[in-house]
């Protein structure tokens, strides 16, 4: 019996393909809102809320992650028979998440739980209106779930409970539920893997129920994932049905607009189509995020190279750049990007001419044209994207969001802990 399983193993191993299919792409917030001519307003509004000393946000013993509203997507599936959901891509968390049949409008509080102790003005810019109230006690409801595709176990011949309650909090809200286990594929595809651990959600934050997608698939490493569940591009390694142990991102440039387009996803081997053959590694320092050392940064006249360098991570879900405030103001500088208070971001001449910005890492520069970082955001002046981080402890200080991933081919080195970038072709 184990040599027949050695066999068949091996026999998928030899018929494994690289598979590639489409990313769908929304813009943030921000380009949205820009494109409406709304973001001043916007910005003004949250900033008048975010200048009164009343708020202060709940602190939260579960792991916080980074959470944008742009959306990279891939369509997957769960079941058998299989059932539908479209995912946000996120690098820079590891769990796989759906929402659940029972998360029903109305049945549950689907506000965050950080509304409820959140200050009513301060509530109303982190929370929908709904869900904030002068007297604490009473928690409205919102129905984020309701446009959602929902995961039916009865439906699956293939689930096995595991019933371990979950509560997960990202920046824009909180998602809990359950976990369950149950056949992975990438929809329409053979990429699929046995035994996956995934979140059913019986409630998400008010946020979710804005966004295009269902759920989010985790695509960091075990370490970060809550409940030590193995995220699905690793359980694909782990089962062998890789080639060769790569996913690689590639995202198109593209303007304030959605696109089904939006890019490239391509699952155990290189992507030839969209990327240069030539890669270059960069061994990680951690293996939680997809980090690495960032030893310097340059853009005409101004560099900058700490000695030790900074710690940086790929990730899919921030929207743009995140980077130490005094690296952004002196960028802009450069660059010729002007920093609107009123709407919190920086604007440039769409036309305008920017020299590159160029980061050194592991001995080699890569060059980001204007291009990648002057983003179109509809009518009117384009958004320099870059924002300041401020992070700390754990968190790396850079995010290298979608404008870097927009230059240089991802491809993510699950077996030999190492991001290589290669050129767009
Ligand atoms: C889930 O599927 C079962 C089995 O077909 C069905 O009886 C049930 O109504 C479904 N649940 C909902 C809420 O649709
Ligand atoms: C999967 O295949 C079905 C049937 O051919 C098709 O209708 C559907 O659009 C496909 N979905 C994706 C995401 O490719």
Redesign the pocket.
């Known amino acids: 019996m184990k040599a027949l399983i050695a066999l068949w193993v091996s026999l998928l191993l030899a018929f494994a393909e690289i598979h590639q299919?489409p990313i769908g792409y929304r813009p943030n917030l921000r380009q949205r809102l820009h494109a409406q001519g709304k973001l001043a307003e916007y910005e003004k509004e949250r900033n008048e809320l975010l200048s009164k000393k009343s708020i202060q946000l709940a602190q939260s013993s579960s792991p916080i992650i980074d959470y944008e509203d742009m959306a990279y997507m891939v369509?997957i599936s769960l079941g058998t028979p299989p059932q539908?959901f479209v995912l946000f891509i996120d690098s820079g968390s590891s769990n796989l998440w759906v929402p659940d049949i029972t998360c029903a409008g109305g049945k549950d509080a689907t506000c965050g739980s950080y509304c409820k102790s959140t200050p009513y003005d301060a509530c109303l810019t982190f929370c929908q209106e709904e869900c904030c109230t002068k007297t604490p006690q009473i928690l409205a409801k919102a129905d984020a779930c309701q446009s959602k595709h929902r995961f039916n176990s009865s439906l699956s011949s293939s689930y096995v409970s595991n019933g371990q309650k979950f509560d997960m909090t990202y920046n824009t809200g909180e998602v809990k539920g359950f976990f369950g286990v149950d056949t992975f594929c990438f929809?329409?595809t053979s990429v699929c893997v046995t035994g996956q651990e995934f979140g059913q959600a019986t409630t998400i934050g008010e946020a979710f129920g804005k966004q295009p997608e269902d759920g989010i698939i985790g695509l960091g490493w075990p370490a970060l994932a809550v409940n030590q569940q193995t995220p699905p591009m690793f359980n694909l390694l782990n089962q062998g049905k890789l080639d060769q142990p790569y996913f690689v991102v590639y995202l198109a440039e593209i303007g304030p607009t959605s696109q089904i387009n939006g890019g490239a996803f391509t699952i155990g081997g290189l992507d030839t189509t969209n990327c240069d053959a030539n890669v270059n590694w960069v061994p990680l320092t951690s293996r939680t995020f997809w980090q690495f050392k960032l030893s310097g940064v340059s853009s005409g006249s101004y560099t900058q190279t700490p000695s030790s360098g900074w710690q940086a991570a790929a990730d899919t879900a921030a929207s743009f750049i995140g980077a130490p405030k005094s690296v952004v103001t002196s960028l802009a500088k450069v660059i010729g990007a002007t920093y609107v208070p009123l709407t919190g971001a920086f604007f440039i001449d769409c036309d305008a001419v920017a020299p590159d910005i160029v980061f050194t890492i592991n001995g080699k520069t890569y060059n980001m044209p204007s291009s990648s970082f002057v983003v179109s955001a509809g009518p009117g002046p384009c958004m320099f994207a870059f924002y300041e981080l401020s992070a700390g402890g754990f968190y790396p200080s850079w995010m290298l969001g979608p404008p870097f991933m927009r230059a240089y081919c991802h491809v993510h080195d699950m077996q030999n802990g190492r991001l290589g970038l290669a050129n767009i072709k």
Do not use: I
Request: hydrophobic residues 20%.
């Open positions: 299919f369509p539908n929809t329409n």
